[in-house]
């Protein structure tokens, strides 16, 4: 089996007596797309930082390795990788040409090389050469002064591309767009991508494989199915997408599931908490697009069903979002797909007597967040 292209081994790092980065450990194959996933302050940027070479791990704060290599010490330019950043950075004074060709100046390539190389990196992030070529970035739109930043990298060939935050300044549309756009590249050009993001939406779309930070270490590691259909702690729960919770104490094991007793005396079954014991309070996230509603009386006998009414229904467009009120305290959120509330409005009215339902492998023990 090939060595990993990048591995973190036990990784730290200390700014000040402070953790930005707590004991860190994971690896990243050949050709990857990983995204390293967090709200600010979390250490992702750090994870960035330390790969790059512009930091360094802390003396007694583990391994940075990169094709099977330790590189704690190496410098940037030593690490056979290139970075596109948040703002871009392009050269304001120079051409676009000039600015996709730098990289290469500096290492003396060849002056007829770096014409076809220019050329061809333009071409791959479909900007042409003789139309943009010679405009400074002033003149550009903000998605095209993105793609001269992924050309500057990729013309250099990296065995490694490593991305921080660079859509954060376009619009929605532009930004789904260059989402799709940065994925056809890491398929067509198997380099390995790197990819650090706040934006839950964007590593779900673009990524092989999702690291999640929380208070500088890693909350959970996996697919972005793993991650969103199994989240392991709350954090990633609420993080990713939306989810509702529900406390209460175990009772026992049921087959696959663990039997959980809330505080108004009603019964849900979950998935995971296989380390829980009986008497243990616990926590299970269910998502909204997993809980159906259904008039009192009617659920399937293979659900869990919780009695309440409807508090509230919140157009969302494409989606309604109907928050039903608990009598034991507390709101359960169902999503429903929005069948066009102008021809057929849906049915729910407030304060109407319903039961939420779902599945009992549709919802999740949670572990307990890390102190």
């Known amino acids: 089996m090939a060595s990993p292209v990048v591995e973190f081994k036990n990784v730290s790092k200390t700014f000040g007596g402070q953790k930005a980065v707590r004991n860190i450990s994971f690896h990243i194959e050949k050709g990857e797309f990983f995204s390293i996933l967090g709200p600010s302050g979390c250490g992702k940027t750090t994870n960035l930082r330390l790969l790059a070479g512009f930091e360094t ?29 948040q703002n871009y950075a392009l050269f304001p004074h120079l051409t676009v040409e000039k600015n996709v060709a730098f990289g290469l100046e500096q290492r003396g390539t060849p002056k007829a090389e770096i014409v076809s190389r ?16 010679r405009r400074p970035p ?72 999702i690291a999640v930070m929380d208070n500088a270490r890693i909350a959970q590691l996996g697919s972005p199915a ?3 259909e199994q989240p392991r702690t709350a954090f ?32 849900v079954r979950a998935r995971g908490g296989e380390d829980r014991t009986a008497g243990e309070t616990v926590k299970i996230a269910v998502r909204p697009e997993r809980v159906e509603l259904c008039q009192p009386g009617a659920a399937p006998a293979t659900h869990n069903v919780l009695p309440g009414s409807i508090r509230q229904v919140v157009y969302r467009g494409e989606m309604l979002h109907v928050r039903v009120a608990l ?27 319903c039961v939420a339902v779902f599945h009992p492998d549709d919802a999740r023990v949670l572990e307990e967040e890390p102190k």
């Open 138 to 209: 002033a003149a550009l739109s903000g998605g095209q002064r993105q793609r001269v930043a992924l050309a500057r990298a990729l013309v250099l060939e990296p065995s490694i591309l490593l991305l921080d935050e660079p859509l954060g300044a376009l619009d929605l549309k532009l930004r789904k767009e260059m989402q799709l756009e940065l994925k056809s590249l890491n398929r067509r050009l198997g380099i390995t991508f790197v990819y650090v993001t706040h934006d839950q939406e964007e590593a779900l779309t673009m990524s092989d494989r």
């Open 327 to 353: 009598p034991g305290g507390g709101d359960m959120v169902a999503a429903m797909r929005n069948e066009g509330q102008l021809r057929t409005p849906v049915s729910w009215q407030e304060g109407a007597a």
């Open 236 to 267: 990633v729960a609420r993080f990713i997408g939306e989810s509702n919770f529900c406390e209460g104490v175990v009772q026992q094991r049921d087959g696959a599931w663990m039997v959980i007793q809330r505080a108004d005396g009603s019964l």
């Open 118 to 133: 220019v050329k061809g990196a333009l071409e791959m992030v479909r900007l042409d050469p003789d139309q943009f070529g």
């Open 57 to 85: 791990p802390d003396e007694d704060g583990g391994e940075v390795r990169i094709l099977d290599r330790v590189v704690n010490h190496d410098r940037p330019y030593e690490r056979k990788l290139a970075m596109v950043f």
């Open 226 to 228: 793993q991650i969103y």
